[in-house]
Structure formats: structure tokens, C-alpha cells
């Protein structure tokens, strides 16, 4: 069975540009959650999905980043326009439903910002 | 103060040697877990506990619920165990993981 999928796996870009993270969850998982993960640090949430509707977006940098899960499969992540600050890993995990208590976690995006 | 705290923050060891990574925490939990990531990001689930212990290879994670505190332990460290180690909490409250900032383990030869 095929993990949690993302892309792209690195991304450099200048400040005040606009960036993308595709996500692709485990066939079947309801629940999709992206996370940003800062140097030296544990991963936060950044928004929670349940199928198509956001249910958690109480950490999102509503000003500049946003997040959509268009059909409840596939999950697009926007910065724009991006930051020195926001140079972390963008992780993206899923599970069946919120009650199960494992994620699966994908392999992250590293963006740096110039 | 963090809802989940990791000790050390860094640790180097030799190989062969057993090594124990600490984890307290100070919410309610439904779950614990421990997770492990290598360099380049991707996070992989090493044991989710809610009570006792559980063992797979080198590797075993106990929990005491009522000291809200859990250790992962690695007996006969091997270099490629070198990675950070996460512990995260479900809490009861809600459907969210918590995580604690992570253990940088280093093995050498």
C-alpha cells in the first residue's frame, strides 16, 4: 500500500514569491492534516481536514497561507507570498477518521526562502 | 511551559551502548507515541502506547499513565538508529497530536 505522498520533496524560492505543496493521502483516509515543522523543533498543525471540510484551522496564517482539499483526496497547501520566516519542512500526514490515533506521515516538503 | 517535554534535547552515544529518551507530559491522553525521523523529514510511527509497555526489536516504550511519563529505551544502539526521536500525545480533549521538540540521537561507530 502507497504512503503519504508529497511534493515537491525541496523548494527554494526568492521571498515574496508564491509557493505550492501537493499532498496525496493513504487511499481511503478521511483525515488529512498539514503540519509545519521549524528547525530543531516538533511539528505544529496547520489545518485539519475531515473529507472536504477544514475542521481546524485555528493555527493557519489566514494573511498568507491557505489550503484547499478539493473531492476529499488530494490536498493543495498555498504561501503567498512567502517569507524569510516560513523557510521550515511542510509535512502532510493522514489517518482513517480523527478518532483513530495513529498518522501516517509523508516525507515533507523543505522550503527555504531567500 | 510545553505540553510535552523530551529529555535530553541531544545525545550522543557510542555504539552498543542502551539508550533511554524521556518524555513527560501534563494533559490528559488517550495515546502516546513515539515517532522517529531521519534527515530529510519524513516521520515514521514507531510504537502508539496507552498503557504498560511494548517491545519490537531493539526498541521498547513503556508508559506510566499516572506519573504522565514515557521512555523509549534502544538496547545495542547501532549507528544507523542515529536520527531525532519525537514523542507526541493524543489528547483526550480533542482529536490533536501534541508534540514534544524531539531528541537528536547520535550512534558512532
Sequence with gaps: EAGVVQSPRYKIIEKKQPVAFWCNPISGHNTLYWYLQNL??????????????????????KDRFSAERLKGVDSTLK???????????????????????????????????? | KNEVEQSPQNLTAQEG???????????????????????????????????GKKKHGRLIATINIQEKHSSLHITASHPRDSAVYICAVMVTSGSRLTFGEGTQLTVNP
Excluded: K
Aim: charged fraction near 15%; hydrophobic fraction near 35%.
Design chain 1, 79 to 114: 504561501i503567498q507570498p512567502a517569507e524569510l520566516g516560513d523557510s521550515a519542512v511542510y509535512l502532510c500526514a493522514s489517518s482513517p477518521d480523527s478518532y483513530y490515533n495513529e498518522q501516517f506521515f509523508g516525507p515533507g516538503t523543505r522550503l527555504t526562502v531567500l
Design chain 1, 40 to 61: 530543531g523543533q516538533g511539528p505544529e498543525l496547520l489545518i485539519r481536514y475531515e473529507n472536504e471540510e477544514a475542521v481546524d484551522d485555528s493555527q493557519l496564517p
Design chain 2, 17 to 51: 551502548e542502551f539508550i533511554t529518551i524521556n518524555c513527560s507530559y501534563s494533559v490528559g491522553i488517550s495515546a502516546l507515541h513515539w515517532l522517529q525521523q531521519h534527515p530529510g523529514g519524513g516521520i515514521v510511527s514507531l510504537f502508539m502506547l496507552s498503557s
